[in-house]
């Protein structure tokens, strides 16, 4: 049975932060628009801020479909499973907000992420918690991890900035919808 939370408490914060890949949900407001779903991980990427407030570190990726629709409506929802152990899927239901390398929160919030490279680091995602609750999982499998994929942290410290800076313009400069996402972006300096 379905439960909902008041909050995440210490024991579901340590078990959403145990988890090694999470889904995060999105959509625009235009009913033709497509929705999103976008897996993240990577170790050290997702921190809980608060009861009510979680964040993950973003890199650059080949789409931006998650900061164009929190951009135009904030509607998110990030969903762990459970694939070691007890059955269990939780939902977090919110707010999301994004902010981008440079931006003056940014730096403040970066020290709650343990993972070190900042080369190719977008934003950050924000997420302002309105409702927690879990199912069952009785249908997600069982998974060994063999561990966190390089391929990204690779990838990204073979390039420099400028690299970035023209990849947010002309690759994440707006949703596959035609919603702005980083058409203004650049670089910050110090990557």
């Known amino acids: 049975m379905a439960k909902v939370y008041d909050g995440i408490d210490a024991d579901l914060a340590a078990w ?23 897996p993240k991980g990577m170790g050290g990427t997702f921190a809980v801020l608060g009861e009510h407030a ?8 080949s789409g931006a479909e998650t900061i164009a629709h929190l951009r135009e409506n904030g509607r998110v929802v990030l969903m762990f499973c459970a694939f070691t152990g007890p059955p269990r899927i939780v939902r977090l239901h919110g707010r999301g907000r994004v902010v981008l390398a440079g931006d003056p929160e940014f730096d403040a919030l970066r020290g709650a992420f343990a993972k070190e490279r900042t080369l190719g680091q977008r934003s950050i ?10 199912a069952c999982g009785f249908a997600v499998p069982l998974m060994d991890l063999r561990g966190d994929r390089d ?17 947010w313009r002309t690759r994440n ?8 996402a980083l058409a203004e972006r650049t670089a910050p300096t110090g990557g």
């Open 16 to 38: 959403l932060t145990d988890q090694p890949v999470l889904f995060v949900g999105t959509a625009p407001l235009a009913g033709d628009g497509r929705v999103n779903v976008s």
């Open 54 to 61: 979680v964040a993950y570190l973003d890199y650059t990726g």
């Open 125 to 134: 995602v924000v997420v302002d918690v309105e409702r927690v609750a879990d």
């Open 151 to 167: 391929v990204l942290d690779r990838a990204h410290e073979r390039r420099d900035e400028a690299f970035f800076d023209e990849y």
């Open 173 to 180: 400069a707006e949703s596959i919808d035609g919603l702005p």
